[in-house]
């Protein structure tokens, strides 16, 4: 029997993804967006032409509005949270609004979950950031990278919290409330703690969505600066495996509830910003892409690698696209829909 699905920021990078995979299988969609990131009506036009205007319903809502949250969820059998600013840089500028967007727009999702009669299952897409800088784990610099000394299997679960940046903390607020009120108040609540996600359909930007702003800037030939030296590592999830995961948790709904996940491209899926990331990428455009060099950012921490086991363990998940895979995948939609940038 199909379910009803709400996704706050379903218009977006992953929530467009996810709702073509939700309505090919038959659920019932609400897409709860304010359109206001610029690849979100690209994003509905799509799913418009893809699967027809009836297919889904659209609330072009806030969720900084209660009332219109409520509303929209009250026949949600699952929420899945992925509206936020996004931005560490966004919300340094103008930290009130990144606090209202990410902490209190959760909360009013929560709050709409609890008193909407039905109990309904709620994701919430957090962030690595809610881990800081990290700043008691050593880290070792090679020729080409930043690693951890003593992590092998990169950042777990119960690596003490660290808010550092309004983001951090608006993201880690809303983290930490989706998981109490899982404790408190019994809603099925599962947390993402997601890394660098990227794939198809992300219209990304110098702020935010790293991967697909280089593979944006180097095809269309916009200009391209690199902050800090470049060797920033990071382990990149495709999103289709992030969708896995998401579904994944919902089938085991009795085992993921409460639960907290790190999901990234673990080890085996890591590479630096630029001095590794450049030169796959000078490689699928075939010359070389000229860049220019800035200071480092707030909040940009030298590595983050996530320890996916428990997810691994608990949900029987396994990313399915290395970085080479998923890079040429994404490079080859940004070549054939120019169109779009």
């Known amino acids: ?35 206001s990131r610029a690849g979100a009506p690209r994003n509905l036009k799509w799913l418009e032409e893809t699967f027809g205007r009836d297919a889904f319903r659209l609330v072009q809502g806030d969720v900084r509005d209660a009332s219109q949250l409520a509303e929209a969820a009250r026949e949600a059998d699952v929420i899945v949270h992925l509206a936020a600013q996004v931005a560490v840089t966004t919300s340094v500028v ?18 709409a979950a609890r008193q909407g009669g039905r109990n309904p299952i709620v994701f919430y897409a957090s962030t690595n950031k809610v881990y800081g800088g990290m700043d008691d784990v050593e880290v070792e610099e090679t020729p080409t990278r930043w690693q951890y000394k003593g992590l092998p299997f990169g950042c777990p679960e119960d690596q003490p919290l660290d808010f550092h940046s309004p983001y951090g903390c ?10 109490d009120y899982g404790r408190i108040y019994g809603l099925r609540t599962v947390v993402f703690r997601q890394s660098c996600i990227y794939g198809p359909r992300q219209f990304g930007v110098e702020d935010q969505g790293w991967v697909a702003w280089f593979v944006i800037a180097a095809v269309t030939g916009r200009p391209m600066a690199i902050y800090g030296d470049g060797k920033q590592v990071r382990d990149l999830l495709h999103v289709y495996d992030l969708l896995d995961a998401y579904d994944l948790a919902l089938e085991k709904i009795d085992t993921s509830s409460g639960r907290v996940y790190n999901l990234g491209g673990g080890p085996e899926n890591t590479i630096s910003i630029w001095t590794e990331f450049g030169p796959l990428l000078e490689k699928m455009l075939g010359k070389p892409i000229p860049v220019s060099r800035g200071d480092w950012r707030p909040g940009d921490q030298k590595v983050f690698v996530a320890d996916i086991r428990k997810a691994q363990a608990e949900l029987g998940w396994q990313p399915k696209y290395n970085v080479e895979k998923g890079a040429q995948q994404l490079f080859d939609w940004v070549s054939g829909n120019k169109h779009l940038f």
């Not at 103008?94 to 709050?111: C, K, M, Q, S, Y």
């Open 1 to 35: 029997m199909p379910r009803n699905f709400l996704v706050t920021g379903g218009a977006g990078f992953i929530g467009s993804n996810y709702v073509q995979r939700l309505l090919e299988r038959g659920e019932k969609v609400t897409i709860y967006d304010n359109l």
């Open 94 to 111: 103008n930290p009130r609004e990144d606090f209202e967007i990410n902490a209190l727009g959760t909360f009013n999702v929560l709050e």
């Open 170 to 179: 608006s993201k880690g607020a809303g983290d930490q409330y989706v998981r």
